[in-house]
T-cell receptor, first 111, second 113 residues
């Protein structure tokens, strides 16, 4: 059973702070890694994807991947109340056919 | 473009009843997916269709059947609903496979009494 693990939270940060969200995965053959944001009662939407070891930055968001440690993270700089949502980590299988999602981390940004 | 659409938005069933959840996409995507999401949990893959004419089981296929009707449409059928199938069901699509961004529909909330 391939697993993707996330701390369920809630993770509470003050407005303007950096939020750090973490994810570990069990399948060493995984190739692609995604972060989705899901507001309550809505469908998931993609924030970022990363394929290679290292950091990838997009605006206030930075994804970090360490394949040796089987670890992927998402940093949100200058957190805003509108960032309050559940963040889902997702990992593809070796064949690239299926995504396995973690349980999600609920982020709360307090004004 | 409507993206990915799902019908119905909400449904209440009695144990043993059957129903079909409909999904359609207008993005000319080849791959389509059905997930379920239970409270406080991530999404679990039920079935997927890598391309028109093919379907494969995901993580939790028991109690479900699917049909890839054509390139646009992918339906999910519950033959005999059980309370354990109470969940939110999401359909998603990608251009060519799981390594790409998945675009999700708005979801169907199903309650089985």
């Amino acid at each position: 059973q391939k697993e993707v693990e996330q701390n369920s939270g809630p993770l509470s940060v003050p407005e303007g702070a950096i939020a750090s969200l973490n994810c570990t995965y069990s399948d060493r053959g995984s190739q692609s890694f995604f972060w989705y944001r899901q507001y309550s009662g809505k469908s998931p939407e993609l924030i970022m994807f990363i394929y290679s070891n290292g950091d990838k930055e997009d605006g206030r968001f930075t994804a970090q991947l360490n394949k040796a440690s089987q670890y992927v993270s998402l940093l949100i700089r200058d957190s805003q109340p509108s960032d309050s949502a559940t963040y889902l980590c997702a990992v593809t299988d070796n064949a690239g056919n299926m995504l396995t999602f973690g349980g999600g981390t609920r982020l709360m940004v307090k004004p | 473009n409507a993206g990915v659409t799902q019908t119905p938005k909400f449904q209440v069933l009695k144990t043993g009843q059957s129903m079909t959840l409909q999904c359609a996409q207008d993005m000319n995507h080849n791959s389509m997916y059905w997930y379920r999401q239970d409270p406080g949990m991530g999404l679990r893959l039920i079935y997927y269709s890598a391309s028109e004419g093919t379907t494969d089981k995901g993580e939790v296929p028991n109690g479900y059947n699917v049909s890839r009707l054509n390139k646009r449409e992918f339906s999910l059928r519950l033959e005999s609903a059980a309370p354990s199938q109470t969940s939110v069901y999401f359909c998603a699509s990608t251009l060519t496979g799981g390594k790409e961004t998945q675009y999700f529909g708005p979801g169907t909330r199903l309650l089985v009494l």
